[in-house]
């Protein structure tokens, strides 16, 4: 499951994590971007100490045989910049989670302050999306429209059985939460279950609207092929 900061995808984890046949991880490449890249993030040290830092032997563990019928990755798109390995995608089936800019903008700022267009993902995203063989894309605002609904449909584009109990799950977090749980996670900890729709688009200062005015042509090419009912 591909996606950007802020968009549904700690949520979708916990669904997923919910499933009685599946097992899930965490951004698994977290500390390898963070090593790669240098940048400065809320709990980098915590998250360096608390992963592995080598892209490649992180791809290992994602191909290698689980018990688990079902294998859900949570995965954060900008993670995936030069010097990770992409060659692993090739044996997965690849799903696009999307949101619309404005609202991962707006959610984003809450967290970490002055975030750029290469932050929230969307261009990379788009270029894993380019990549990917067959791959399947899902709105999370139509998610939060009817849960049921759009995850009956993703399970049927993906090949697995649906389960009722992806609708709900335990208030308090997954026991594989990343490290960084405590900073990111805070509203979807008190949650259990998927929040209702979401409302009108929010405004955003200027600097933030210009960085979602330069998202919007990847997330529009995303979206038109995203499933619906």
Not at 80 to 85: C, E, H, K, N
């Amino acid at each position: 499951m591909w996606s950007g900061p802020r968009n549904l995808s700690t949520a979708m984890m916990y669904s997923f994590g919910a499933r009685a046949d599946c097992k899930v991880v965490d951004e698994p490449f977290y500390a390898a971007y963070l090593k790669a890249s240098g940048i400065d993030h809320p709990m980098r040290d915590e998250i360096l100490a608390a992963q592995p830092t080598d892209g490649q032997r992180v791809a290992d563990t994602l191909i290698s045989p689980v018990s688990e019928p079902v294998f859900y990755q949570k995965h954060m798109a900008h993670h995936m910049i030069d010097g990770i390995p992409r060659d692993w995608m090739d044996q997965m089936t690849n799903v696009f989670l999307i949101r619309h800019p404005a609202r991962v903008l707006a959610s984003y700022a809450q967290k970490r302050e002055g975030p750029s267009l290469s932050d929230i993902g969307f261009v990379q995203q788009a270029a894993l999306f380019d990549a990917a063989e067959a791959p399947v894309v899902i709105d999370s605002a139509d998610i939060r429209d009817n849960p049921e609904g759009m995850l009956r449909a993703l399970c049927d584009a993906v090949g697995i059985d649906w389960d009722a109990g992806m609708l709900n799950w335990p208030a308090g977090g997954h026991a594989d939460d990343g490290v960084w749980a405590s900073h990111w996670y805070n509203a979807v900890h008190r949650s259990t279950g998927f929040a209702g729709a979401e409302g009108p688009l929010p405004d955003l200062p200027p600097a933030y609207q210009d960085i979602a005015d330069a998202a919007m042509p990847y997330y529009t090419r995303m979206a038109e092929r995203k499933l619906s009912l």
